[in-house]
């Protein structure tokens, strides 16, 4: 992995969770590039091994740890395996989330006549249950992990929380209700948070993605062939730049966080990485 800049995490011991995943797996890479031990935790504990295999190889510290974001007991678990074998937390990235058909609508516009529509999703039947696994997975998917390993920080030099937020929390999409909701209360309990650890030396940031292409989403966004499906199009024209993210444009902005001499005084920030989504008002 070329990174876009070098910075030194020897001897500091990262905890990803979802790190299974295309992007947190990427930042478990370059967090071990960078010297860093790395433990990727995710309940598909085949995924992190494959991505904590791929590290060893290539000479950097690793190790893949099964975990459920949602239950505190099993990452009290992982906390003891990480503690054992690579030492206390320094860095925590909060990488667990997703959105879950169930508590997605069918159409981007309610119509008078869809509540007579068979097979339809519309606001009024979403499933309350898939709606609580969406915001609890986003939101509780990042409380829980910082309950369990934020405790290791305490009283120690150059500790940080990283959580994933996404543009969502800014401006919500079409169709997705509860993940836009749960990436809003996640934006605003990482400066929750920034304030409440203040005093005790942990900073706490986000990054807000724009639109990357990734294993969950690719379906909504690419057709079988691969080309653009409609919501892309709109996605595309709606970006200035006028393109999808690159997973490893995400990089630059995670290790300029996680990185104390980059970024000491940068607390209680959500940085958006969007290719200028945000800024554009459509003319």
Not at 76 to 100: F, H, P, R
Not at 253 to 274: C, K, Q, R, T, Y
């Amino acid at each position: 992995m070329k990174l876009p800049f070098k910075i030194s995490l020897k001897n500091k011991v990262i905890v990803i969770t979802g790190a299974g995943g295309v992007l947190c797996s990427m930042f478990a890479e370059a967090f071990a590039a960078s010297k860093g031990k790395v433990a990727l935790l995710d309940l598909n504990y085949d995924a992190a091994k494959r991505a904590a295999d791929a590290i060893c190889e290539k000479g950097g510290i690793a190790i893949p740890v099964k975990a459920n974001v949602l239950e505190k007991e099993s990452l009290m678990t992982a906390k003891a395996e990480v503690n054992e074998k690579l030492g206390t937390c320094d860095i925590l990235i909060n990488g667990a989330g997703g959105n879950n058909p169930k508590a997605t609508t069918t159409k981007e516009y309610f119509q008078a006549d869809d509540l007579a529509a068979e097979g339809l999703t519309t606001f009024f039947n979403l499933d309350p249950k898939g709606v609580e696994f969406v915001f609890n997975l986003n939101f509780l998917g990042t409380l829980l992990p910082t309950q369990v390993f934020a405790p290791d920080m305490i009283g120690k030099k150059g500790c940080t929380i990283v959580n994933i937020s996404s543009m969502n929390a800014f401006t919500p999409l079409t169709k997705i209700p509860a993940y836009s909701g749960a990436k809003a209360a996640v934006s605003n309990f990482t400066k929750w948070l920034a304030v409440h650890f203040s005093k005790v030396g942990i900073r706490v940031n986000a990054i807000a993605p724009g639109f990357f292409v990734t294993n969950q989403n690719a379906a909504m966004l690419l057709n079988p062939d691969g080309s653009y499906t409609d919501r892309s199009a709109k996605i595309i024209a709606a970006t200035p730049m006028g393109r999808f993210g690159e997973a490893d444009e995400l990089i630059g902005a995670m290790l300029f966080l996680v990185d104390e001499g980059s970024s000491s005084f940068v607390n209680g920030i959500v940085l958006p990485i969007d290719g200028g989504f945000s800024a554009y008002s459509g003319v």
